[in-house]
Protein backbone atom coordinates (compact mmCIF):
# COMPACT_ATOMS: atom_id res chain seq x y z
CA UNK A 1 0.00 0.00 0.00
CA UNK A 2 1.56 3.42 -0.68
CA UNK A 3 0.79 6.49 0.70
CA UNK A 4 1.51 9.83 -0.69
CA UNK A 5 1.41 13.14 2.15
CA UNK A 6 -0.45 15.65 -0.52
CA UNK A 7 -0.29 18.28 2.72
CA UNK A 8 0.71 18.09 5.98
CA UNK A 9 -0.43 21.51 7.16
CA UNK A 10 -3.18 22.67 9.68
CA UNK A 11 -5.27 25.16 8.95
CA UNK A 12 -3.70 27.85 7.53
CA UNK A 13 -0.61 26.48 5.74
CA UNK A 14 3.23 26.59 6.35
CA UNK A 15 3.83 29.74 5.46
CA UNK A 16 1.14 31.24 7.36
CA UNK A 17 -0.42 34.19 5.49
CA UNK A 18 1.63 37.30 6.68
CA UNK A 19 3.70 35.13 9.19
CA UNK A 20 7.56 36.04 9.95
CA UNK A 21 8.25 33.43 12.23
CA UNK A 22 11.46 30.93 11.58
CA UNK A 23 8.73 28.24 9.81
CA UNK A 24 7.06 30.45 7.83
CA UNK A 25 10.55 32.23 6.45
CA UNK A 26 12.11 29.10 5.99
CA UNK A 27 9.00 27.73 3.90
CA UNK A 28 8.95 30.62 2.08
CA UNK A 29 12.92 30.02 1.47
CA UNK A 30 12.35 27.09 0.26
CA UNK A 31 9.07 25.11 -1.12
CA UNK A 32 10.64 21.88 0.45
CA UNK A 33 9.41 23.28 4.25
CA UNK A 34 6.07 24.06 2.78
CA UNK A 35 2.48 22.10 3.96
CA UNK A 36 -0.12 22.48 1.70
CA UNK A 37 -3.77 21.34 3.31
CA UNK A 38 -3.91 18.20 5.32
CA UNK A 39 -4.52 15.02 2.57
CA UNK A 40 -3.08 11.87 1.10
CA UNK A 41 -3.22 9.56 -1.80
CA UNK A 42 -4.02 5.79 -0.98
CA UNK A 43 -2.68 3.66 -3.73
CA UNK A 44 -3.17 0.25 -3.36
CA UNK A 45 -5.02 -2.95 -5.12
CA UNK A 46 -5.33 -1.07 -7.99
CA UNK A 47 -7.92 1.81 -5.96
CA UNK A 48 -6.30 5.20 -6.41
CA UNK A 49 -8.22 7.04 -2.93
CA UNK A 50 -8.01 10.65 -1.90
CA UNK A 51 -8.10 11.34 1.74
CA UNK A 52 -9.29 14.63 2.24
CA UNK A 53 -10.22 17.53 -0.46
CA UNK A 54 -8.57 20.87 0.76
CA UNK A 55 -5.70 21.53 -1.82
CA UNK A 56 -6.80 24.16 -4.13
CA UNK A 57 -5.91 22.00 -7.36
CA UNK A 58 -7.50 19.01 -6.97
CA UNK A 59 -8.78 19.31 -10.49
CA UNK A 60 -5.59 20.10 -11.64
CA UNK A 61 -3.38 17.01 -10.09
CA UNK A 62 -6.42 14.44 -10.73
CA UNK A 63 -7.56 14.73 -14.36
CA UNK A 64 -11.21 13.38 -14.80
CA UNK A 65 -10.90 9.76 -14.07
CA UNK A 66 -7.81 9.40 -12.50
CA UNK A 67 -9.47 9.02 -9.07
CA UNK A 68 -11.50 6.59 -7.58
CA UNK A 69 -13.24 7.85 -4.71
CA UNK A 70 -12.83 11.15 -2.82
CA UNK A 71 -12.87 9.83 1.49
CA UNK A 72 -13.61 12.86 3.63
CA UNK A 73 -12.63 12.81 7.44
CA UNK A 74 -14.90 16.06 8.08
CA UNK A 75 -16.06 19.25 6.16
CA UNK A 76 -14.17 21.92 7.12
CA UNK A 77 -13.07 24.15 4.65
CA UNK A 78 -9.26 23.07 4.84
CA UNK A 79 -10.97 19.82 4.31
CA UNK A 80 -12.95 20.09 1.69
CA UNK A 81 -12.52 23.31 -0.41
CA UNK A 82 -11.03 21.67 -3.72
CA UNK A 83 -14.58 20.06 -3.90
CA UNK A 84 -15.94 23.76 -4.77
CA UNK A 85 -14.35 23.76 -7.97
CA UNK A 86 -14.08 19.89 -8.88
CA UNK A 87 -17.58 19.60 -8.87
CA UNK A 88 -18.64 21.50 -11.93
CA UNK A 89 -16.83 18.95 -14.21
CA UNK A 90 -18.49 16.42 -16.17
CA UNK A 91 -18.12 12.84 -16.73
CA UNK A 92 -18.15 9.97 -14.60
CA UNK A 93 -19.41 10.94 -10.91
CA UNK A 94 -17.20 10.60 -8.25
CA UNK A 95 -18.20 8.85 -5.15
CA UNK A 96 -17.06 11.28 -1.77
CA UNK A 97 -17.58 9.08 1.43
CA UNK A 98 -18.26 11.11 4.59
CA UNK A 99 -19.01 11.17 8.00
CA UNK A 100 -22.89 11.85 8.30
CA UNK A 101 -23.14 15.47 9.06
CA UNK A 102 -26.39 17.12 7.99
CA UNK A 103 -24.67 20.75 7.59
CA UNK A 104 -21.96 19.25 5.00
CA UNK A 105 -19.75 23.20 4.10
CA UNK A 106 -21.18 25.49 2.03
CA UNK A 107 -23.85 24.33 -0.54
CA UNK A 108 -21.49 21.07 -1.30
CA UNK A 109 -25.04 19.03 -0.64
CA UNK A 110 -26.76 21.00 -2.50
CA UNK A 111 -24.90 21.43 -6.00
CA UNK A 112 -23.12 18.51 -5.57
CA UNK A 113 -22.09 18.55 -9.21
CA UNK A 114 -20.46 15.34 -10.31
CA UNK A 115 -20.25 14.62 -7.01
CA UNK A 116 -22.44 11.65 -5.05
CA UNK A 117 -21.89 11.98 -1.32
CA UNK A 118 -21.99 8.62 1.01
CA UNK A 119 -22.58 9.13 4.51
CA UNK A 120 -20.49 6.17 6.44
CA UNK A 121 -21.53 4.98 10.13
CA UNK A 122 -19.11 4.32 12.60
CA UNK A 123 -17.25 0.98 12.93
CA UNK A 124 -19.11 -0.21 9.78
CA UNK A 125 -16.47 -1.07 7.53
CA UNK A 126 -16.78 -0.66 3.57
CA UNK A 127 -14.85 -1.33 0.53
CA UNK A 128 -13.58 0.43 -2.30
CA UNK A 129 -12.24 -2.62 -4.49
CA UNK A 130 -10.53 -5.06 -2.36
CA UNK A 131 -9.82 -2.26 0.07
CA UNK A 132 -12.18 -3.08 3.26
CA UNK A 133 -12.02 0.67 5.49
CA UNK A 134 -13.24 1.28 8.91
CA UNK A 135 -14.59 4.41 9.80
CA UNK A 136 -13.31 5.38 13.34
CA UNK A 137 -15.17 8.57 15.59
CA UNK A 138 -12.24 10.93 16.39
CA UNK A 139 -12.59 13.78 18.79
CA UNK A 140 -13.32 17.08 16.95
CA UNK A 141 -15.60 20.22 17.00
CA UNK A 142 -17.47 18.66 13.88
CA UNK A 143 -18.27 14.94 13.25
CA UNK A 144 -15.28 13.66 11.71
CA UNK A 145 -14.04 10.15 11.58
CA UNK A 146 -10.40 8.31 10.85
CA UNK A 147 -9.73 5.55 8.78
CA UNK A 148 -8.75 1.91 9.11
CA UNK A 149 -7.09 0.71 5.38
CA UNK A 150 -6.41 -2.75 4.81
CA UNK A 151 -4.95 -3.97 1.80
CA UNK A 152 -5.43 -7.57 0.29
CA UNK A 153 -1.45 -7.97 1.25
CA UNK A 154 -2.86 -7.60 4.81
CA UNK A 155 -1.03 -4.11 4.88
CA UNK A 156 -3.16 -1.71 7.50
CA UNK A 157 -2.46 2.03 7.63
CA UNK A 158 -4.75 4.30 9.87
CA UNK A 159 -5.45 7.47 8.62
CA UNK A 160 -6.36 9.97 11.91
CA UNK A 161 -7.46 13.85 11.65
CA UNK A 162 -8.72 15.91 12.77
CA UNK A 163 -8.63 14.83 16.64
CA UNK A 164 -8.17 15.57 20.32
CA UNK A 165 -6.87 12.52 21.60
CA UNK A 166 -9.13 9.28 20.50
CA UNK A 167 -12.63 8.45 21.53
CA UNK A 168 -12.31 4.89 23.80
CA UNK A 169 -13.87 3.04 20.96
CA UNK A 170 -11.65 4.51 18.82
CA UNK A 171 -8.71 3.66 21.09
CA UNK A 172 -9.74 0.10 21.27
CA UNK A 173 -10.47 -0.46 17.74
CA UNK A 174 -6.77 0.31 17.06
CA UNK A 175 -4.93 -1.06 20.01
CA UNK A 176 -6.14 -4.33 18.82
CA UNK A 177 -6.01 -3.70 15.01
CA UNK A 178 -2.16 -3.92 15.29
CA UNK A 179 -1.41 -1.13 11.95
CA UNK A 180 1.50 -1.32 10.30
CA UNK A 181 1.19 2.60 9.54
CA UNK A 182 -0.52 4.90 11.12
CA UNK A 183 -0.54 9.09 10.74
CA UNK A 184 -1.77 11.12 13.39
CA UNK A 185 -3.00 14.91 13.99
CA UNK A 186 0.22 16.97 15.45
CA UNK A 187 -1.33 20.32 15.47
CA UNK A 188 0.81 22.71 17.94
CA UNK A 189 4.02 22.17 19.81
CA UNK A 190 3.41 20.70 23.63
CA UNK A 191 0.55 22.56 25.10
CA UNK A 192 -2.02 22.72 28.05
CA UNK A 193 -4.90 24.10 26.12
CA UNK A 194 -4.99 22.38 22.85
CA UNK A 195 -8.00 23.25 21.92
CA UNK A 196 -10.01 20.74 19.10
CA UNK A 197 -6.21 18.74 18.12
CA UNK A 198 -3.68 17.04 19.23
CA UNK A 199 -0.42 19.14 20.59
CA UNK A 200 2.89 16.75 20.18
CA UNK A 201 2.55 15.08 23.80
CA UNK A 202 -1.45 13.96 23.38
CA UNK A 203 -0.37 13.00 19.56
CA UNK A 204 2.82 10.39 21.15
CA UNK A 205 0.38 9.79 24.29
CA UNK A 206 -2.16 7.92 21.32
CA UNK A 207 0.34 6.46 19.24
CA UNK A 208 2.05 4.59 22.31
CA UNK A 209 -1.40 3.59 23.05
CA UNK A 210 -2.43 2.36 19.54
CA UNK A 211 0.72 0.81 19.12
CA UNK A 212 1.40 0.99 14.82
CA UNK A 213 4.69 -0.40 13.67
CA UNK A 214 5.33 2.98 12.22
CA UNK A 215 3.62 6.50 13.11
CA UNK A 216 3.78 9.85 10.92
CA UNK A 217 2.61 13.12 12.55
CA UNK A 218 0.86 15.17 10.10
CA UNK A 219 -1.82 18.22 10.52
CA UNK A 220 1.31 20.15 11.08
CA UNK A 221 0.92 23.93 12.52
CA UNK A 222 3.96 26.56 11.86
CA UNK A 223 4.02 26.94 15.82
CA UNK A 224 5.10 23.51 16.27
CA UNK A 225 7.43 23.46 12.81
CA UNK A 226 9.04 26.61 14.77
CA UNK A 227 9.63 24.82 17.89
CA UNK A 228 11.07 21.19 16.45
CA UNK A 229 13.68 23.97 14.88
CA UNK A 230 14.17 25.58 17.89
CA UNK A 231 13.59 22.21 20.54
CA UNK A 232 14.25 19.15 18.39
CA UNK A 233 12.55 16.66 20.62
CA UNK A 234 14.02 13.52 20.72
CA UNK A 235 12.01 10.88 18.78
CA UNK A 236 11.69 7.03 18.43
CA UNK A 237 12.84 5.66 15.41
CA UNK A 238 9.54 4.34 14.39
CA UNK A 239 7.87 7.82 14.85
CA UNK A 240 8.08 10.29 12.10
CA UNK A 241 7.07 13.93 10.85
CA UNK A 242 5.64 13.69 7.69
CA UNK A 243 6.33 15.87 4.71
CA UNK A 244 4.36 17.51 1.55
CA UNK A 245 5.19 14.93 -1.08
CA UNK A 246 6.51 12.11 1.23
CA UNK A 247 5.55 8.19 -0.16
CA UNK A 248 5.86 5.84 2.00
CA UNK A 249 5.12 2.05 1.18
CA UNK A 250 3.11 0.18 4.48
CA UNK A 251 3.33 -3.60 4.13
CA UNK A 252 1.94 -6.18 6.52
CA UNK A 253 3.72 -7.62 9.53
CA UNK A 254 3.03 -10.98 11.25
CA UNK A 255 0.71 -10.32 13.71
CA UNK A 256 0.79 -11.12 17.52
CA UNK A 257 -1.89 -11.12 20.40
CA UNK A 258 -2.93 -7.24 21.08
CA UNK A 259 -1.55 -6.07 24.28
CA UNK A 260 -4.25 -4.08 25.98
CA UNK A 261 -3.96 -0.06 26.49
CA UNK B 1 -8.56 53.91 -12.45
CA UNK B 2 -6.86 50.45 -13.58
CA UNK B 3 -9.17 47.45 -13.36
CA UNK B 4 -7.34 44.13 -13.94
CA UNK B 5 -9.68 41.11 -14.63
CA UNK B 6 -7.67 38.34 -12.49
CA UNK B 7 -10.63 36.17 -13.29
CA UNK B 8 -13.51 36.16 -16.12
CA UNK B 9 -15.30 32.77 -15.85
CA UNK B 10 -18.63 31.37 -14.70
CA UNK B 11 -18.67 28.85 -11.96
CA UNK B 12 -16.72 25.78 -13.09
CA UNK B 13 -13.85 27.94 -14.69
CA UNK B 14 -12.82 27.22 -18.52
CA UNK B 15 -11.18 24.77 -19.08
CA UNK B 16 -14.07 22.56 -16.63
CA UNK B 17 -12.46 20.00 -15.28
CA UNK B 18 -13.60 16.80 -17.09
CA UNK B 19 -14.38 18.51 -20.35
CA UNK B 20 -13.53 17.81 -24.38
CA UNK B 21 -15.92 20.78 -25.87
CA UNK B 22 -13.98 23.60 -28.14
CA UNK B 23 -13.28 26.10 -25.82
CA UNK B 24 -11.63 23.82 -22.66
CA UNK B 25 -9.60 21.85 -25.37
CA UNK B 26 -8.48 25.32 -26.61
CA UNK B 27 -8.07 26.51 -23.01
CA UNK B 28 -5.77 23.40 -22.08
CA UNK B 29 -3.67 23.72 -25.17
CA UNK B 30 -3.15 27.79 -24.28
CA UNK B 31 -3.50 28.96 -20.70
CA UNK B 32 -4.42 32.30 -22.39
CA UNK B 33 -7.96 30.98 -22.94
CA UNK B 34 -8.24 29.54 -19.25
CA UNK B 35 -10.72 31.64 -16.96
CA UNK B 36 -10.39 31.49 -13.37
CA UNK B 37 -12.77 32.44 -10.86
CA UNK B 38 -14.45 36.07 -11.61
CA UNK B 39 -12.82 38.71 -9.98
CA UNK B 40 -11.25 41.89 -10.30
CA UNK B 41 -8.60 44.48 -8.83
CA UNK B 42 -8.72 47.78 -8.50
CA UNK B 43 -6.09 50.41 -8.31
CA UNK B 44 -7.01 54.02 -8.17
CA UNK B 45 -6.07 57.16 -5.81
CA UNK B 46 -4.03 54.72 -3.99
CA UNK B 47 -5.94 51.89 -2.91
CA UNK B 48 -5.74 48.66 -4.36
CA UNK B 49 -9.49 46.88 -3.78
CA UNK B 50 -10.16 43.46 -4.48
CA UNK B 51 -13.31 42.74 -6.25
CA UNK B 52 -14.52 38.91 -4.96
CA UNK B 53 -12.20 36.52 -3.32
CA UNK B 54 -12.68 33.32 -5.48
CA UNK B 55 -8.94 32.71 -6.71
CA UNK B 56 -7.84 30.06 -4.94
CA UNK B 57 -4.10 31.14 -4.49
CA UNK B 58 -4.95 34.77 -2.92
CA UNK B 59 -2.32 34.28 -0.25
CA UNK B 60 0.00 34.18 -2.81
CA UNK B 61 -1.00 36.72 -5.20
CA UNK B 62 -1.52 39.42 -2.65
CA UNK B 63 0.94 39.03 0.35
CA UNK B 64 -0.33 40.46 3.55
CA UNK B 65 0.25 44.27 3.69
CA UNK B 66 -0.96 44.74 -0.39
CA UNK B 67 -4.90 45.09 -0.19
CA UNK B 68 -6.87 47.78 1.34
CA UNK B 69 -10.22 45.87 1.67
CA UNK B 70 -11.82 42.97 -0.19
CA UNK B 71 -15.57 43.82 -1.38
CA UNK B 72 -17.81 41.02 -1.97
CA UNK B 73 -20.80 40.52 -5.10
CA UNK B 74 -21.94 37.65 -2.73
CA UNK B 75 -21.13 34.61 -0.88
CA UNK B 76 -21.28 31.99 -3.35
CA UNK B 77 -18.13 29.66 -3.17
CA UNK B 78 -16.87 30.74 -6.40
CA UNK B 79 -16.68 34.41 -5.15
CA UNK B 80 -15.17 33.94 -1.56
CA UNK B 81 -13.35 30.58 -1.68
CA UNK B 82 -9.82 32.12 -1.53
CA UNK B 83 -10.71 33.66 1.99
CA UNK B 84 -10.43 30.14 3.22
CA UNK B 85 -7.11 30.12 3.67
CA UNK B 86 -5.82 33.83 3.67
CA UNK B 87 -8.09 34.16 6.97
CA UNK B 88 -5.61 32.19 9.12
CA UNK B 89 -2.69 34.93 8.24
CA UNK B 90 -1.04 37.27 10.79
CA UNK B 91 -0.93 41.09 10.71
CA UNK B 92 -3.54 43.66 9.84
CA UNK B 93 -6.76 43.01 9.81
CA UNK B 94 -8.84 43.09 6.11
CA UNK B 95 -11.89 44.23 5.71
CA UNK B 96 -14.79 42.65 3.98
CA UNK B 97 -17.09 44.74 2.49
CA UNK B 98 -20.25 42.09 1.68
CA UNK B 99 -23.95 42.64 1.16
CA UNK B 100 -25.94 41.57 4.42
CA UNK B 101 -26.33 38.10 3.93
CA UNK B 102 -26.65 36.02 7.40
CA UNK B 103 -25.74 32.80 5.86
CA UNK B 104 -22.76 33.82 4.51
CA UNK B 105 -20.47 30.56 3.47
CA UNK B 106 -19.36 28.03 5.71
CA UNK B 107 -18.40 29.26 8.69
CA UNK B 108 -16.47 32.36 7.34
CA UNK B 109 -18.27 34.50 10.11
CA UNK B 110 -17.91 32.15 12.78
CA UNK B 111 -14.28 31.99 12.54
CA UNK B 112 -13.02 35.03 10.42
CA UNK B 113 -9.33 34.93 11.72
CA UNK B 114 -8.23 38.87 10.35
CA UNK B 115 -11.22 39.32 7.94
CA UNK B 116 -13.47 41.84 9.77
CA UNK B 117 -16.87 41.73 7.57
CA UNK B 118 -18.79 45.23 6.67
CA UNK B 119 -22.39 44.35 5.68
CA UNK B 120 -23.63 46.90 3.20
CA UNK B 121 -26.73 48.73 2.81
CA UNK B 122 -28.37 48.83 -1.12
CA UNK B 123 -28.30 52.18 -2.74
CA UNK B 124 -25.57 53.76 0.84
CA UNK B 125 -22.30 54.64 -0.29
CA UNK B 126 -19.37 53.96 1.04
CA UNK B 127 -15.57 55.18 0.91
CA UNK B 128 -12.46 53.57 0.53
CA UNK B 129 -10.12 56.39 0.59
CA UNK B 130 -10.77 58.54 -2.09
CA UNK B 131 -13.34 56.10 -4.15
CA UNK B 132 -16.97 56.09 -3.17
CA UNK B 133 -18.26 53.12 -4.24
CA UNK B 134 -22.39 52.39 -3.94
CA UNK B 135 -23.66 49.14 -3.48
CA UNK B 136 -26.78 48.37 -6.30
CA UNK B 137 -28.83 44.99 -5.61
CA UNK B 138 -28.40 42.08 -8.18
CA UNK B 139 -30.84 39.07 -9.00
CA UNK B 140 -29.55 36.18 -8.06
CA UNK B 141 -30.03 32.87 -6.19
CA UNK B 142 -28.12 35.00 -2.70
CA UNK B 143 -28.39 38.55 -1.91
CA UNK B 144 -25.79 40.02 -4.25
CA UNK B 145 -24.49 43.60 -4.67
CA UNK B 146 -23.01 45.09 -8.34
CA UNK B 147 -20.65 48.02 -7.13
CA UNK B 148 -20.58 51.05 -8.78
CA UNK B 149 -17.02 52.70 -8.35
CA UNK B 150 -16.17 56.27 -8.46
CA UNK B 151 -12.86 57.98 -8.31
CA UNK B 152 -11.72 61.46 -7.91
CA UNK B 153 -10.77 61.89 -11.12
CA UNK B 154 -14.47 61.11 -11.52
CA UNK B 155 -14.48 58.00 -13.84
CA UNK B 156 -16.76 55.44 -12.99
CA UNK B 157 -16.61 51.77 -13.39
CA UNK B 158 -19.59 49.41 -12.34
CA UNK B 159 -18.97 45.79 -12.12
CA UNK B 160 -22.04 43.57 -11.51
CA UNK B 161 -21.78 40.28 -11.16
CA UNK B 162 -23.84 37.96 -10.47
CA UNK B 163 -27.09 38.93 -11.91
CA UNK B 164 -29.84 37.33 -14.75
CA UNK B 165 -31.17 41.09 -15.74
CA UNK B 166 -31.12 44.50 -13.26
CA UNK B 167 -33.30 45.33 -10.44
CA UNK B 168 -35.56 48.38 -11.79
CA UNK B 169 -34.12 50.39 -9.13
CA UNK B 170 -30.42 49.69 -9.81
CA UNK B 171 -30.75 49.71 -14.06
CA UNK B 172 -32.32 53.50 -13.00
CA UNK B 173 -29.43 54.45 -10.73
CA UNK B 174 -27.16 53.08 -14.00
CA UNK B 175 -28.72 54.93 -16.78
CA UNK B 176 -28.91 57.96 -14.92
CA UNK B 177 -24.93 56.68 -13.46
CA UNK B 178 -23.56 57.16 -17.06
CA UNK B 179 -20.98 54.66 -16.50
CA UNK B 180 -16.81 55.23 -18.24
CA UNK B 181 -17.04 51.26 -17.83
CA UNK B 182 -19.15 48.22 -16.81
CA UNK B 183 -18.46 44.66 -16.75
CA UNK B 184 -21.87 42.14 -16.56
CA UNK B 185 -22.23 38.68 -16.30
CA UNK B 186 -22.43 37.23 -19.45
CA UNK B 187 -22.54 33.15 -19.01
CA UNK B 188 -23.84 31.53 -21.46
CA UNK B 189 -24.88 31.88 -25.34
CA UNK B 190 -28.45 32.91 -25.88
CA UNK B 191 -30.92 30.60 -24.40
CA UNK B 192 -34.34 30.59 -23.37
CA UNK B 193 -33.69 29.40 -19.73
CA UNK B 194 -30.62 31.32 -18.24
CA UNK B 195 -31.11 30.26 -14.43
CA UNK B 196 -29.23 33.24 -12.29
CA UNK B 197 -27.02 34.19 -14.77
CA UNK B 198 -27.56 36.60 -17.40
CA UNK B 199 -27.30 34.65 -20.95
CA UNK B 200 -25.51 36.43 -24.22
CA UNK B 201 -28.93 38.36 -25.05
CA UNK B 202 -29.93 39.88 -21.26
CA UNK B 203 -26.16 41.12 -20.99
CA UNK B 204 -26.49 43.02 -24.34
CA UNK B 205 -29.56 43.94 -22.87
CA UNK B 206 -28.69 45.58 -19.50
CA UNK B 207 -25.96 47.41 -21.56
CA UNK B 208 -27.92 49.07 -24.32
CA UNK B 209 -30.04 50.11 -20.87
CA UNK B 210 -27.26 51.52 -19.29
CA UNK B 211 -25.73 52.71 -21.96
CA UNK B 212 -21.85 53.07 -20.40
CA UNK B 213 -19.04 54.14 -22.63
CA UNK B 214 -17.55 50.62 -22.69
CA UNK B 215 -18.88 46.90 -21.52
CA UNK B 216 -17.12 44.27 -20.43
CA UNK B 217 -18.85 40.73 -20.76
CA UNK B 218 -17.32 38.42 -17.53
CA UNK B 219 -18.22 35.14 -15.51
CA UNK B 220 -18.08 33.63 -18.80
CA UNK B 221 -18.77 30.11 -19.10
CA UNK B 222 -17.17 27.23 -21.70
CA UNK B 223 -20.82 26.62 -23.40
CA UNK B 224 -20.45 30.88 -24.44
CA UNK B 225 -16.62 30.16 -25.17
CA UNK B 226 -17.51 27.26 -27.47
CA UNK B 227 -20.04 29.24 -29.12
CA UNK B 228 -18.28 32.38 -29.48
CA UNK B 229 -15.96 30.09 -31.68
CA UNK B 230 -18.20 28.26 -33.39
CA UNK B 231 -20.21 31.48 -34.25
CA UNK B 232 -18.71 34.54 -33.73
CA UNK B 233 -21.42 37.27 -33.15
CA UNK B 234 -21.17 40.98 -34.53
CA UNK B 235 -20.41 43.19 -31.85
CA UNK B 236 -20.51 47.01 -31.30
CA UNK B 237 -16.97 48.22 -30.77
CA UNK B 238 -17.88 49.45 -27.35
CA UNK B 239 -18.39 46.09 -26.21
CA UNK B 240 -15.77 43.70 -25.32
CA UNK B 241 -15.12 40.20 -23.92
CA UNK B 242 -13.12 39.93 -20.71
CA UNK B 243 -10.36 37.78 -20.66
CA UNK B 244 -8.29 36.72 -17.80
CA UNK B 245 -5.36 38.97 -16.96
CA UNK B 246 -6.27 42.09 -19.16
CA UNK B 247 -5.79 45.47 -17.50
CA UNK B 248 -8.38 48.64 -18.79
CA UNK B 249 -7.74 51.61 -17.67
CA UNK B 250 -10.77 53.86 -17.38
CA UNK B 251 -10.60 57.95 -17.54
CA UNK B 252 -13.57 59.93 -17.09
CA UNK B 253 -16.06 61.40 -19.66
CA UNK B 254 -17.43 64.88 -19.90
CA UNK B 255 -20.92 63.47 -18.89
CA UNK B 256 -24.65 64.47 -20.33
CA UNK B 257 -28.33 64.58 -19.51
CA UNK B 258 -28.98 60.56 -18.91
CA UNK B 259 -31.83 59.50 -21.18
CA UNK B 260 -34.37 57.65 -19.80
CA UNK B 261 -34.33 53.71 -20.48
Known amino acids: MRITFLGTAGAGGVPRYGCDCRACTRARADLAWQRLPCSALIEADGQRILLDAGLMDLHERFPAGTLDAIVLTHFH ?9 LRWGKGARIPVYAPPDAEGCADLYKHPGLLEFRPLRAFEPFTLGALRITPLPLNHSKPTFGYAIEATSSA ?10 LPAQTEAFLAAWQADGLAIDCSSAPTEIPGNHNDWSRALASI ?3 APR ?14 LIEQPPELAP ?4 AHDGAIIEISAAVRSAPQPC
Open 238 to 241: DIHI
Open 208 to 210: QCV
Open 77 to 85: ADHVQGLFH
Open 214 to 227: HAWLTHIGHGLDSW
Open 156 to 165: RFAYLTDTLG
